[in-house]
């Protein structure tokens, strides 16, 4: 039998090649099903704004305002750690609720807080959502030598709410238990989740245990088990959502390390989701993990560091936008700032990254574990309710002590189509701000009203800001009007900026009566201001010739050097406070002291904004 070796050769070149084909195509379909940054753009943590250019009109609101000092402007209570907020839209209102400690993180008591807006800009006082659960005494945490006497239970969820098939809303929280400030309170060892009603008047149903751990039940806590409830409707609510994996799998963390209803118990932190046109589920978790299930939950493969990103240990956000495409929110950084978007058309291919929040204000007290930046934020879950606007709002603390929303608006963009030509006429809420920018503080709030914006700041650490992106242009002219109501205090800055936010010209209203710019190290003189006149501007840049002329009612002041060079000018920025650089990626991570006076307003500024135009 005589044997043709090439022949046998050639199959064997078919099959390694076929073999080859095969791998590169089950190899390209599991990328294709895989989540990843394609993106260029990365974060400069240099930068409390990353150099990332803003997404158009989003509006960064502050909820609530720590303050120990003045209990009553704040939570009642003088709270000053507040971290991981949770929102959700029912029945025509918003709904924010976040967990609070004393000082810092972990170190009991804690309670939970609740506040509901109309609008998402102007909300409630904080109420007590759950409040302090005292611990038996004699109670001993295995693994910890403390003993309880007179000690409290703290608060760890990472979701808040739940909307029923029938309407109904349910906001939960679980009260875990933490004896020293290193001891974690989602270590599976807490005593178990609670839950309540809100009803549709305003007002909140009792409290009831929805699920135990180990070692509680209901002869020995001191809330009743939820099927204790008459109404049959909302025991029905708890068990829809218990039978839900997708509600389940964010119990994991303080859940019974063998709780039977959490689906993928692996220890993978703060679950958010959203589902795919072809109804698999994109997961995000911590440390920039993610997997995608293919039967709504019920099991998921291990989760992976998904490609490209760049994230720590801080929370991601994730969903389908109302135009149809996706969109996560997140710190891309080693660091808890800036806060960032970052936008897909599929869901899973994300190749933009733009500015949410990049801004961080100053800690004003310090605390165990209290972060700098806007951070753990979190939007509103699939099911839980659509604002009639059409924006994304998120929710996150800010240095784990403010609370802070802001309103993505859909489709999320970052460049211009057109110029400036605002006069304000007819605005009645800044929501309508569309094609600006702002960061607005409690006490340092940006309002419309009489054809007017107006940015007021009487907090002694924070500022009021309003910021206008254009056409990216060489040479550019702006008109603008604006009022001061002072001169013998606070301080405006108007600042025109590339796409990285460099400054390369700064007009000032200082506090001693002078408008004044930045010339190099000096500022220098330009006018003197008066309390309550109106000044009109006219600023030429051209990045060219690296200069500007400046004109005030109708008075040149022409030949001025760019303090700094820019290829392009992209915005103008009004804002009543200096730059601001710290913390920096050198700061110690740990603050551990408090600001002076940081519950007491100062002497309040205003400024309104009458007009704004720009044009090449």
């Known amino acids: 039998m005589k044997i043709d070796f090439r022949k046998i050769q050639n199959s064997k070149f078919k099959i ?30 240099d930068y409390h704004h990353g150099q990332l250019q803003p997404a158009i009109g989003t509006h960064n609101i502050q909820v609530m305002r720590a303050n120990r000092e003045f209990p009553d402007s704040a939570d009642g209570f003088g709270w000053t ?22 000082i810092g993180e972990h170190i009991p008591p804690g309670k939970t807080f609740l506040l509901t807006s109309e609008d998402g800009y102007n909300w409630t006082k904080p109420e007590v959502l759950f409040p302090n659960y005292k611990l038996p005494d004699g109670y001993k945490k295995e693994g910890e030598p403390q003993i309880a006497q007179d000690w409290y239970a703290v608060m760890h969820q990472r979701m808040g709410f739940y909307t029923a098939k029938d309407g109904r809303l349910l906001t939960l929280a679980f009260y875990g238990i933490s004896m020293n400030k290193k001891d974690g309170p989602n270590d599976g060892n807490g005593i178990g989740r609670v839950v309540r009603e809100i009803y549709k008047d305003g007002s909140i149903g009792p409290i009831y245990f929805i699920r135990y751990n180990h070692d509680w039940k209901s002869k020995n806590t001191n809330y009743p088990f939820y099927k204790k409830s008459k109404d049959k409707g909302f025991r029905k609510a708890c068990e829809e959502l218990m039978a839900d994996p997708l509600m389940m799998q964010q119990w994991v963390e303080e859940a019974d390390r063998d709780d039977p209803l959490i689906p993928y118990k692996k220890q993978f932190k703060a679950l958010s989701y959203y589902h795919l046109d072809n109804g698999d589920v994109v997961g995000l978790w911590k440390h920039g993990l993610s997997s995608i299930s293919t039967d709504n939950g019920a099991s998921w493969p291990r989760p992976a560091r998904a490609p490209g990103w760049v994230m720590k240990n801080s929370k991601i956000w994730g969903q389908k936008t109302t135009d149809g495409r996706y969109a996560t929110v997140y710190n891309p950084s080693e660091f ?133 992106v254009v056409p990216n242009s060489e040479q550019i002219t702006f008109e603008f009007e ?18 990285k936010g460099t400054a390369a010209v700064r007009l000032i209203f200082d506090n001693d ?104």
């Open 16 to 45: 390694r090649r076929s073999i080859f084909i095969l791998t590169l195509l089950v190899n390209s379909i599991a990328y294709s099903q895989e989540v990843r940054y394609t993106g260029q753009t990365l974060s400069n943590s």
């Open 81 to 102: 750690y507040n971290h991981a907020p949770n929102l959700a839209y029912w029945n025509g209102k918003f709904y924010l609720q976040y967990l609070s400690d004393p």
């Open 336 to 468: 808890r700032w800036p806060l960032a978007v970052s936008v897909s058309e599929d869901g899973l291919d994300y190749t933009r990254l733009l500015l949410v929040n990049g801004e961080i204000s100053p800690m004003r007290y310090g605390g165990n574990y209290k972060s700098y930046g806007p951070q753990y934020v979190r939007g509103i879950l699939e099911g839980n309710g659509t604002p009639p606007d059409n924006k994304m709002w998120v929710t996150y603390s800010m240095n784990k002590e403010d609370m802070w929303i802001s309103a993505v608006p859909s489709p999320i963009s970052a460049i211009a189509s057109d110029h400036a030509d605002d006069d304000f006429e007819g605005l009645e809420s800044v929501s309508e701000l569309d094609d600006f920018n702002i960061f607005s503080p409690v006490w340092a709030p940006v309002s419309v009203g009489n054809g007017e914006v107006t940015l007021s700041d009487k907090d002694p650490y924070d500022y009021a800001k309003l910021s206008r």
């Open 482 to 499: 604006i009022e001061p109501n002072q001169n013998d205090h606070g301080i405006m800055h108007i600042e025109f900026q590339d796409a």
């Open 513 to 616: 009566g002078i408008l004044k710019y930045k010339n190099g190290y000096r500022n220098s003189g330009a006018i003197e201001y008066e309390a309550g006149e109106t000044y009109a501007f006219k600023v030429e840049l051209d990045v060219t010739t690296r200069s500007y002329n400046l004109s005030v009612n109708g008075n040149s002041k022409d030949g001025r050097i760019f303090f700094q060079p820019v290829h392009g000018i992209e915005r103008i920025v009004f804002r009543t406070g200096e730059v601001r650089r710290f913390p920096d990626v050198d700061t110690p991570t740990d603050q551990n002291y408090d600001l002076q006076d940081a519950g007491k307003p100062v002497e309040k500024a205003v400024w309104k904004l009458k007009s704004l135009k720009s044009f090449n």
